[in-house]
């Protein structure tokens, strides 16, 4: 088995290498010399080297490019290096991203830690653990991360707008930049305004800003002797990023919804009453397919939240691996709008199924069938319930997920149930079949 697996990556790896039209491969450890034509590879992980005609859509293990890229490039994968030359733009999400490349348009990239080195014709979007810069950024610049670092030799031609629990800009930023996080440290060169909201702000001697330095902070900036600043604006500011100031803040406001504010009451309610509604159509159209989940939850209650929790987590997964194998083919495409269309209703009214699975676990205790009437208001009941615990921040989030998974894992039972009902019944049908003789 060993030897066949070993047969059928080093077919795959020679498929992909001598390739001369679209390269398509599935398989484990995959080389890729060059390609006259697009790459789309699933597997372990995939080297590419040479000049590639097309562009590179790549979802693997661990990942390197260093190659010509005429194209566009997509890799999503564990530790990925990329270096050499793309003519397109390049979206990466990986463990580890290291990019040295000459890109002629736009970087998206987003990692544990992120390291960015050479140019982009586009902008620069970059997020992760730990975010380093040390490129020439033809557009504007996007960061986010624990720490964010623009280098010294980094130039930013457009906006910049960066936010991080410890920003440290050394390089050029040529245009406008708005800085929010915990700790900023300036000591490069601003052709344009700077915006800082940060706990901390601490402008080192060799920093040059050309435009107006506006500070929003708990305390007064600390500018070193020789800066070089067009003018500052101080203003206190309520503001924590990393909780430094707590002393500083005074907290005033009038109940729960004073904190929350009024979106968050109005969406609230909108996602419950929604909820309901959508409830409330699946027991009209489907009364026994909605006791049937009911009654699942209540058989098994643990498993169901079991179940609904470990489905809710790889769902992602699965619609990318299915969204994957329909892409193989024509028809499969012309579905994929359809499945992801498809999702997040899903999801919706998995939570409203919870809902009902708890409210009838609370309004039934005899385990008889509720009617239409009753079934309604216990459904009601929860989601005012839910509604309700949303003002209390975090709890009511935590509930509504709960709830979903509840709905979720109860639907798979109560499906998995029905079939298996059936064919017991089939088979009993069977097994029970009055015996016929004809006497003659």
Not at 95 to 108: E, S, T, Y
Not at 379 to 387: G, P, R, Y
């Amino acid at each position: 088995m060993n030897m066949f697996k070993q047969v059928m990556a080093a077919g795959l790896a020679f498929f992909a290498i001598t390739a001369t039209g679209y390269a398509q491969v599935i398989g484990g450890e995959v080389t890729i010399d060059g390609s006259r034509d697009d790459i789309h590879f699933l597997g372990g992980d995939l080297h590419i080297r040479g000049d590639v005609d097309g562009d590179v859509f790549a979802i693997s293990g661990d990942g390197r490019i260093d190659a010509t890229i005429h194209g566009d490039v997509e890799f999503f994968g564990g530790d990925i290096d990329l270096s050499g030359v793309v003519d397109g733009s390049v979206e990466i999400a990986g463990g580890d991203v290291n990019i040295a490349a000459a890109i002629g348009g736009d970087l998206n990239a987003a990692g544990g830690d992120v390291s960015i080195e050479g140019e982009t014709g586009g902008e620069l979007n970059a997020a992760g653990g730990n975010v380093r810069i040390a490129a020439i950024v033809g557009g504007d610049l996007r960061a986010a991360g624990g720490e964010v670092v623009i280098e010294a030799f980094s130039t930013v031609s457009g906006d910049s707008r960066i936010v991080a629990d410890t920003v440290e800009i050394l390089g050029t930023l040529n245009g406008d930049a708005d800085i929010e996080g915990g700790h900023v440290i300036l000591s490069g060169s601003f052709g344009g305004d700077v915006e800082v909201t940060a706990e901390e702000l601490t402008v080192l001697s060799s920093a040059r800003i050309g435009g107006l330095l506006r500070v929003r902070s708990p305390v007064e900036p600390d500018i070193a002797d020789g800066a070089s600043i067009g003018a500052v604006d101080y203003e206190y500011e309520m503001f924590n990023f990393g909780a430094k100031h707590w002393d500083d803040i005074d907290l005033d406001f009038d109940g729960p919804w004073g904190l929350i504010g009024a979106p968050f009451r109005f969406m609230g309610g909108i996602f419950s009453g929604s909820a309901f509604l959508l409830g409330l159509l699946a027991v009209l159209v489907a009364p026994r397919g909605v006791a049937g989940v009911a009654a699942a939850f209540r058989r098994r209650p643990l498993s169901a939240g079991v179940i609904g929790f470990i489905s809710l987590a790889m769902s992602p997964i699965v619609f990318v691996m299915v969204t994957i194998l329909l892409a193989l083919t024509l028809v499969g495409a012309l579905l994929i709008p359809l499945l992801w269309l498809l999702y997040f209703p899903i999801l919706f009214l998995a939570f409203a199924f919870g809902g009902v699975a708890v409210g009838d676990m609370i309004f039934n205790r005899n385990g008889g069938e509720l009617g239409l009437g009753m079934r309604a208001l216990s459904l009601l009941l929860v989601m005012a319930v839910i509604f309700a615990l949303g003002v209390i921040p975090g709890l009511g989030a935590t509930v509504g997920v709960l709830l979903l998974c509840i709905g979720l894992g109860a639907w798979i039972l109560a499906l998995g149930y029905n079939r298996g009902g059936a064919r017991g019944v089939t088979a009993e049908s069977a097994t029970n079949q009055p015996d016929t003789a004809s006497e003659g």
